[in-house]
């Protein structure tokens, strides 16, 4: 056989953007293409001739590698290129560098920038009248600064840095709250400081204490006071003869003492207290009417039995006794009417001047008489007279039927005579009995006698 040494193709040396097919071997027989690019092959020789060894190169872009757009806070030294040959790394943050392509491939501009962690600026921890607007960060970009003092803010790291959290105090002076002021029965608990800080509620009524400023800012004293319900004093309720001027109140200030009894005043609450209203009644002493110690008609009442006080206790029946009981505490009397004189039994119809039982109490006087013929009108009288009072008494003389002088006799016949019969009055008819006679003598008042005489 003809001897033939192995030569490579056309694609050998060639710069290629795949794996080569063909062109492998202008003599010989191509081997098995190896490698991802650049690639090789053989071109096996015939007859005894040599082999040749061929290779194809690829087409490489220059890329970046993995430091490439990464924060860092030092110049990359690694990761430059993913593809192509970087060049020499330039800058002080941020780095640039280049890959440069390979058999005429492209290059590719690099650039790793500078790590910056966030950092609060001078504003940061400042005590500030008004919301910082500059110098919020040293380093990194500040968002938006929330609050009505104490603001806040943040300070974000770029390409990768951390964040930091940053505050400015506001200069607040201390400000009471609304228990400053307020009356109260126990110590404030709530609504101490409407700005600052409370300190600790010191006494037992009233309470104070201090709203702290912050940032520099003033301090205020606040202090709550005791609240007093007015409360009546002992002359509440008590009676008396005069205006009350002490113990009005026990707790409270006392008003102007109003009235002529009852007395009135009130107890104002201090601090928001209530008010109490008070009264003293008038103290009454009970007095005994006119009707004390008189003689009287009747049973006394109203002003004739008391002048001052309440009836009480009413008992008898002429003479009468009763109480005049004081009030709101006065005193009470003792009263009583006097026992009026009374006429005697002998103070009746009569045949004759009467000389006994003349007075049932009393002294009598002398006994008189008095006649009138015209209205037939005779009496005795007299006067009873006892504690000062007297009272006339009278006896009628009786205007009576009077037998004559045949009354009682022994008669040999009737009687007719008129004299015989009636002394005084008019006789009637006469009655014959058995024994005798009877008649009756009458007279005008009327008044009728009965009268008899005996048969002989």
Not at 36 to 42: A, D, F, I, N
Not at 245 to 267: D, E, F, Q, R
Request: charged share 15%; glycine share 14%.
């Amino acid at each position: 056989s003809v001897k033939v040494n192995g030569t490579c193709g056309s694609a050998d040396g060639a710069v290629l953007s795949s794996k080569p097919t063909t062109n492998l071997c202008s003599k010989g027989t191509p081997s098995t293409v190896a490698g991802s690019g650049p690639w090789t092959w053989s071109c096996t020789g015939e007859g005894g001739g040599s082999d040749a060894s061929c290779k194809a190169s690829v087409k490489v872009n220059g890329v970046c590698g993995s430091a490439d757009g990464a924060g860092m806070t030092s110049k990359p030294t690694t990761n430059l290129c993913s593809k192509g040959t970087p060049s020499t790394v330039a800058g002080s943050g941020p780095w640039t560098w280049s890959c440069a392509g390979e058999n005429g491939g492209g290059n590719a501009s690099c650039k790793a920038l500078l790590k910056v962690n966030g950092n609060c600026g001078s504003a940061d921890g400042a005590v500030l009248a008004s919301k910082p607007t500059t110098n919020l960060c040293s380093k990194g970009t500040p968002s938006t600064v929330a609050g009505s003092g104490p603001w806040t803010w943040t300070c974000q790291g770029q390409n990768g840095g951390s964040s930091v959290s940053c505050k400015a105090l506001a200069k607040i002076n201390g400000i009471c709250g609304s228990a400053d002021g307020v009356g109260r029965m126990s110590k404030p608990t709530s609504n101490l400081c409407s700005k600052g800080t409370a300190s600790t509620v010191s006494g037992s009524g009233p309470w104070t204490w201090t709203c702290e400023g912050e940032g520099g800012g003033s301090d205020a004293s606040c202090e709550a006071p005791l609240k007093v319900n007015g409360v009546c004093g002992s002359a509440d309720g008590v009676g008396r003869t005069s205006k009350p001027t002490s113990n009005l109140c026990s707790k409270g200030t006392a008003s102007s003492v109003a009235g002529s009894g009852p007395w009135t005043w009130t107890c104002a609450g201090q601090n928001g207290g209530s008010t109490a209203s008070c009264e003293a009644p008038l103290k009454v002493n009970g007095s005994c009417g006119s009707s004390d110690d008189k003689v009287v008609a009747s049973k006394p009442s109203g002003t004739k039995a008391c002048s001052a006080g309440t009836i009480s206790g009413m008992t008898g029946s002429n003479p009468w006794s009763w109480t005049c009981s004081g009030k709101n505490g006065g005193t009470s009397a003792s009263c009583a009417t006097l026992a009026p004189p009374e006429c005697g039994s002998a103070a009746t119809t009569t045949e004759s001047e009467p000389t006994s039982n003349l007075c049932k109490t009393g002294t009598a006087s002398d006994v008189k008489y008095y006649s009138n013929n015209e209205t037939h009108a005779w009496y005795w009288y007299w006067t009873c007279t006892k504690n000062g009072s007297s009272l006339t008494c009278k006896a009628p003389k009786c205007d009576c039927g009077m037998c004559g002088d045949a009354q009682g006799k022994k008669l040999a016949s009737m009687p007719t005579k008129a004299s015989d019969l009636c002394s005084n009055g008019t006789p009637s008819s006469v009655t014959t009995t058995a024994s005798g006679w009877t008649w009756t003598c009458t007279t005008p008042l009327p008044n009728t006698r009965n009268c008899s005489a005996f048969r002989k």
